[in-house]
Each structure stands twice: as C-alpha cells, then as structure tokens.
C-alpha cells in the first residue's frame, strides 16, 4: 500500500527556494485551488448552484494546442498548451483570462489537476515529466522526470491520498508523485522525493504503437482508480497497492474507443471519446466492477475535445482540433455543456 507521507503547509512549500521559478502577474483575483483528498465522494469543481448567464464558450489564442483543462474550489479554469507547456486561466463567470505560466519551447502542458493548497500538477507528454506550478502566481516550483525512455507519453493526472498519479499511454506504468513535497524535482535543487512507479497487470492489456492509458480518476470509494485506455477502448479499475487492473464489463456500449479525459461525480461516470465529438455517461456497479450507458452527450461546439472539467451543473470542455491543421494560426476554443 501507499505509504503516508507528511504534507507540509504551502507556505513551507513555496518558501523551499524552487529554483527557475517564474513570478507572472495574472491579472484577475487570487483563486483557492480545489479540494482532491483520499475523499473522492465531492469532486473537483463540485460548487452547487446553477452557473445560469455565465459564458459557454471560450476563446484561446491561436496555436495555443489546448488539450488538458481542471477547475479547483473557485470559478476559475485552467487550461495547458501542447505548444509550448503554458498554462492560461479564465474567470468562468466572465470569460476572461490570461497566461498564468509561459511554459518552455520543447515542453507541453497536457493533463492538469489543481490541488486544494494552489499546486498546480501538469502531464508533460512526449518529455516524460511531471511539473508542479503554484497556480495563483504561475511560478515554477519543480518537475520530475518520470521516465526516460522514448516514446512515452505522461498523459493524465489524479490527485488521491498523499499522491498525484498520473498515466503513461506508451507504457503499463502509473506513476504517483508525492503531493505537497517539492523535493526531488530538476528545479527545486531539495531532497530526493519518492515517486513510486506502480506497473500494470492483470486484465491490463498494452497495445504497440498507440496510446493506451489515458484519462484517469479515482473510485468512489477513494481506494484505488479507474483508467481509460485510448485504444481499442476500455476501461479499467486499478488496485492502488498492486497494481492489477481489472477490466470493467460495459453494458450498452460495445467499447470506449477514442477514451480521453474522464470525470466522475458519485457512481457516474463522464468518458470524453475525443475524435467521436461526444461524452459517453456510464452508471457504475458498486464494486466498479462494471459499467451501464445511461446516456451520451454532444454538442455541434465539439471539435475533437479531449478532456473536461466540471463546475457546477456543466462539464468544460477543450477543443484540440486534432483532425484540423495544427499550426500558429489555427483558432482554439473551449466550450461548456449542460451536466
């Protein structure tokens, strides 16, 4: 099992002296980040109340590539860059926003959590990191390489219990990084952090050439998680102390092809099938041993979304546009749909 570790106060953690720390103004109010404990039953941007008047769509600077999209405890969105690993944040209720951290040529921002002390957890892609960024300043506190091997892909990442754990899709690993401890990082310069790597097996089935684990959440239950694999389109409930996967049956749906992000709220689940332009909405069993389609949303703003967050009654989507050209000029766009 996952050994507890200490998590010091964030004022203990960003006084650690991160080294390359980029101090960015922001522009709009300080943000709480959201709340993502060993407690899973309250989701990430659960606020209740309708969101009725505010915007559904979102402009994003041309070529900005968005793929990987969280909201914490306050109105505030924020969404990565594959372009060039910058992250921007955006006031839900007015729609306006700004760059919160530039990124780095050679870098990507791709899946994005926001932990509920403002730490800010990114999914680095190809590069095979791990990034933590405070998200009221922008600055950089440190990245961890989780892997050197070619042609990996970090993909996604969930906050649960004293780690972020985030998927590899070009391998059948998880790798969890300890929350709320800098340590270890190229940027920090401070102790070696423990960042455990939890190899997949049982059910698990890796497939050559394609992405595989991709989105990510926990259980209801906060003791293990579940992952979707991209290709051919399955889902997965992973055990946190070993490691074995154990595939979900489907009812009503033959797979989850195109599989992306995921959000859970309770026993539903919400899978982004990317390149299909919709959201399959799945009624798990109590032992998340199987899933049930209740239904399936979309929308004609859809335009190969990845992955989502949710506030309130509605699921935030960004557009990545895959099948269009993936140029400086090519218009981005995020969009929000009824729960």
């Known amino acids: 099992m996952t050994r507890n570790h200490p998590r010091p106060s964030r004022r203990t953690i960003l006084g650690g002296g991160a080294a390359a720390a980029l101090a960015l103004a922001v522009g709009t109010a300080p943000t709480?980040?959201?709340?993502?404990?060993?407690?899973?039953?309250?989701?990430?941007?659960?606020?209740?109340?309708?969101?009725?008047?505010?915007?559904t769509e979102f402009p994003l600077p041309d070529g900005f590539l968005p793929e990987g999209i969280t909201i914490g405890a306050r109105p505030y969105v924020y969404m990565g860059s594959r372009a060039n690993g910058a992250v921007r944040r955006t006031d839900l209720r007015t729609g306006e926003g700004g760059t919160i951290y530039a990124g780095?040529?050679?870098?990507?921002?791709?899946?994005?959590?926001?932990?509920?002390?403002?730490?800010?957890?990114?999914?680095?892609?190809?590069?095979?990191?791990?990034?933590?960024?405070?998200?009221r300043t922008g600055r950089l506190l440190t990245t961890y390489q989780l892997t050197d091997s070619a042609g990996c892909f970090v993909n996604d990442v969930i906050l649960l219990g004293d780690r972020a754990?985030?998927?590899?899709?070009?391998?059948?690993?998880?790798?969890?990084?300890?929350?709320?401890?800098?340590?270890?990082?190229?940027?920090?310069?401070?102790?070696?952090?423990?960042?455990?790597?939890?190899?997949?097996?049982?059910?698990w089935v890796q497939t050559p050439d394609v992405h595989n684990a991709n989105g990510i959440v926990a259980t209801p239950d906060g003791r293990g998680l579940?992952?979707?694999?991209?290709?051919?389109?399955?889902?997965?409930?992973v055990d946190l102390g070993t490691g074995h996967a154990t595939e979900l049956a489907l009812h009503g749906a033959d797979d989850v092809a195109n599989g992306d992000g995921l959000v859970r709220v309770g026993r539903t689940l919400y899978v982004v099938q990317n390149r299909l332009n919709l959201i399959s909405v799945f009624a798990l069993d109590r032992a998340v041993r199987s899933a049930t389609l209740r239904r399936t949303i979309t929308d004609p703003r859809f335009d190969v979304p990845t992955t989502a967050a949710r506030w309130r009654d509605r699921l935030y989507l960004v557009n990545a546009r895959f099948t269009s050209p993936q140029t400086p000029e090519t218009t981005f766009n995020a969009v929000a749909v009824p729960l």
């Open 226 to 237: 579940i992952v979707v694999s991209s290709v051919p389109g399955r889902l997965y409930h």
């Open 165 to 203: 754990w985030f998927t590899d899709s070009r391998d059948s690993v998880l790798h969890g990084v300890p929350r709320g401890s800098q340590g270890g990082g190229r940027e920090s310069g401070g102790r070696q952090g423990e960042v455990r790597r939890l190899p997949l097996s049982g059910d």
């Open 104 to 135: 780095a040529p050679g870098t990507a921002a791709v899946g994005l959590k926001v932990d509920h002390d403002g730490l800010l957890y990114i999914a680095g892609g190809a590069g095979g990191t791990a990034t933590v960024v405070d998200s």
């Open 32 to 55: 709480a980040a959201a709340a993502a404990s060993a407690t899973p039953a309250a989701p990430t941007g659960s606020a209740t109340g309708p969101a009725t008047g505010w915007p």
